[in-house]
Nanobody, 115 residues
Framework: QVHLVESGGGLVQAGGSLRLSCLAS????????MGWYRQAPGKQRELVAA???????TYTNSVKGRFTISRDNAKNTVYLQMDSLKPEDTAVYYC?????????WGQGTQVTVSS
């Protein structure tokens, strides 16, 4: 498995931007899928965006056009660029690695968007 550490969360006004980073403890080049999930109070954890080792990406509808996921295999890091943030984006954001055989999660980073 892999140890994941998220950073970059914080408090931002609506319309602002944040960039989340997820640093892995080892190479992520061969990991099938790396993704970002979020969980708001009282709600289930949901997939926000994911990227595969082949370079394809997927986004939940509510963030399409506003969020961008990317991975830098040389730095063992996955990023989530979040623009045009809305109050409903407020949640704890978790990094996820899915090899197909095992899954690892980070500890989460809080994102709060004020109106």
């Amino acid at each position: 498995q892999v140890h994941l550490v998220e950073s970059g969360g914080g408090l931002v006004q609506a319309g602002g931007s944040l960039r989340l980073s997820c640093l892995a403890s080892r190479s992520i080049a061969s990991i099938n899928a790396m993704g970002w999930y979020r969980q708001a109070p009282g709600k289930q954890r949901e997939l926000v965006a994911a990227t595969t080792s082949g370079g394809s990406t997927t986004y939940t509808n509510s963030v399409k056009g506003r969020f961008t996921i990317s991975r830098d295999n040389a730095k063992n890091t996955v990023y989530l660029q979040m623009d045009s943030l809305k109050p409903e984006d407020t949640a704890v954001y978790y990094c996820n690695a899915d090899s197909g055989l095992w899954v690892s999660w980070g500890q989460g980073t809080q994102v709060t968007v004020s109106s």
